[in-house]
């Protein structure tokens, strides 16, 4: 595990809010938000996003305003540079990643392309 200095990820002020408040309400305000990507999705590559309670060994710590964001090193390398923001919407709210590795993206906005994912890419399944 190591805690990063300069966050490969950052949070936006409303997301760290938003996150705060979820895990006072679960009674977890410890757990920490886990940001992956894995392999898939329409457009090659997809985001998710999980809590956690334990570190991995091999995991990046990024702490921010009290709240930690963990990333594992495959997810690392497509996270670099990108803002985590909650946004509330008329079809609900939440956590959305804006990654400036993406060079296409699903209009879910749950799967992106970094320009070498192609072949990994699935049929659409959100509407677009």
């Keep these: 595990m190591s805690v990063v200095t300069e966050p490969m990820v950052t949070l936006t002020v409303e997301a760290v809010e938003q996150l705060r408040d ?3 309400e679960q009674g977890t ?3 920490m938000l886990r940001v992956f990507v894995s392999p898939g999705g329409c457009s090659g590559l997809s985001y998710g996003m999980t809590m956690e309670d334990v570190a991995e060994d091999d995991d990046h710590v990024i702490e921010q305003h009290g709240v930690k964001v963990l990333v594992d090193q495959f997810s690392a390398m497509y996270l670099e540079g990108s803002e985590i923001d909650y946004v509330n919407s008329l ?10 590795n993406a060079v296409a993206s699903c209009a879910c906005g749950h799967s992106f392309d970094t320009g070498e994912n192609a ?3 699935q049929g659409c399944g959100c509407g677009a």
Excluded: I, R, W
Excluded at 91 to 100: A, K, L, R, S, W
């Design 22 to 24: 979820y895990l006072d």
């Design 29 to 31: 305000p410890e757990a």
């Design 91 to 100: 079809m609900g709210g939440g956590f959305t990643v804006h990654n400036p």
């Design 119 to 121: 072949s990994t890419s």
